[in-house]
């Protein structure tokens, strides 16, 4: 497979000028697309509806090129939140047969998707979400043709959660639930999905996935999962992002583990370990070839530690009235991301239960490899 990611802007949850120019202009092939992941400047909560029009309006773009059947195949990942100087954006993630590419020694961005059956409110936040989004990890990466979990640097999962009328639907049955608040119901889903990634990795055993371990046991937790859950979907919709022999092309992705909101060496080593260091600066591949790269994208998730300290200092995230705490730490995480790249088009998504260890979160990167001759001057900006 080669596989190919593009940035675009936008202005409005429904906007999808950006996309429509890729297809019209030849860049991208709309039978192509697997994946598209979103920022909308929502509040990133239960009602946060941008996310669901964002979804309709790009599932009735794609099904005027590839029909109904086809639009719903693709993943529609949308995180609502775009708090400091995050850039309300869409990230397009396309894949496409390389006829007559053979396995090469230098691996490149492969992807891999997959679903999960449709959850009851009963299993959200509980073992059975875990054993679901673990077995349709397990098939993502089958999809992306990734044999070992070290080649795989970040799992998006998409997930539901509780809104009041699942709560009374599991009432009318009979049947208990992980909590009865919708806000916390969020959390939940977004934890038991992660270590449903950390099992299906083996970051953690089965034993270690239970129940009471959903988001008590901040220990255990997985080094590459996203998680983010919303009211548009009612199933766990997985993407796997990793390196593969058997893809070809000139994006390969990385990752590391930020320990801290303001844990910029990490976003460093995971730039690094793609063979990105600063501006227009050289690395080497697995051959020792001088070979340039460009910044495509990057990915993290962000959390408020739970102590109300960052390296021995008190914040407020988390006793502020006014403005919830997922929103503080995207803002946040934000913009040591977008420092470090100088670009504010970035993925962050707040609530990081069980997603790196405690106040923390992964992070991973996306670059492109270029021609030597061709080293960029300037970070890449807008379409990439």
């Not at 998006?156 to 709560?167: G, S």
């Not at 008590?216 to 080094?223: K, N, T």
């Not at 992002?241 to 992705?253: K, P």
């Not at 970035?346 to 490899?369: C, D, F, L």
Request: glycine share 10%; with cysteine.
């Amino acid at each position: 497979m080669r596989c190919d990611v593009f940035r675009v802007p936008i202005t409005a949850p429904d906007d999808v000028a950006g996309i429509l120019a890729l297809i019209e202009h030849g860049q991208l092939a709309a039978r192509d697309v697997v994946a598209v992941l979103g920022k909308t400047e929502g509040n990133g909560c239960v009602n946060d509806y941008s996310r669901g029009l964002a979804v309709r309006r790009l599932t009735e773009l794609f099904a005027g090129y590839v029909g109904e059947d086809g639009a719903r195949q693709i993943l529609y990942i949308m995180s609502g939140g775009t708090e400091g100087v995050l850039c309300p954006h869409l990230t397009v993630i396309a894949r496409s047969p390389d006829r007559g590419a053979a396995s090469s020694a230098r691996k490149a961005l492969a992807v891999g998707v997959a679903r999960t059956p449709t959850l009851g409110p009963e299993q959200i936040g509980r073992t059975a979400q875990a054993m679901l989004v673990a077995e349709a990890v397990r098939a993502a990466m089958v999809d992306a043709r990734i044999d070992r979990a070290a080649d795989v640097h970040f799992i998006q999962v998409k997930c539901p959660l509780l809104n009041t009328e699942a709560l009374m639907a599991a009432e009318a049955r009979g049947l208990t639930t992980a909590t009865d608040d919708t806000y916390k119901s969020m959390g939940y889903s977004r934890g038991a999905s992660s270590l449903g990634v950390a099992l299906a990795l083996g970051e953690v055993d089965l034993a270690d996935v239970t129940d009471d371990v959903v988001c008590r046991r901040w220990d255990r937790y997985s080094s590459v999962a996203s998680a983010s859950a919303g009211s548009e979907v009612s199933q766990c919709e997985v993407l796997v992002l990793g390196n593969s022999e058997h893809a070809t092309g000139d994006l390969v992705v990385a990752h590391d583990v930020m320990r801290d909101a303001i844990d910029v060496e990490a976003v460093r080593r995971a730039a690094t370990r793609a063979g990105y260091a600063d501006e227009g600066a050289r690395a080497r591949d697995a051959g020792g070839v001088g070979q340039a790269v460009e910044f495509v994208q990057a990915f993290a998730k962000a959390e408020a530690d739970p102590g109300g300290r960052v390296r021995s200092r008190r914040h407020t995230m988390l006793s502020d009235s006014d403005i919830n705490h997922t929103r503080h730490a995207r803002a946040v995480v934000g913009g040591v991301v977008a420092s470090y790249f100088g670009d504010t088009m970035v993925y962050v998504s707040g609530g990081a239960e069980h997603q790196g260890p405690s106040g923390g979160g992964p992070v991973a990167v996306i670059v492109r490899r270029l021609p030597v001759e061709l080293a960029p001057s300037t970070h890449s900006k807008g379409f990439t």
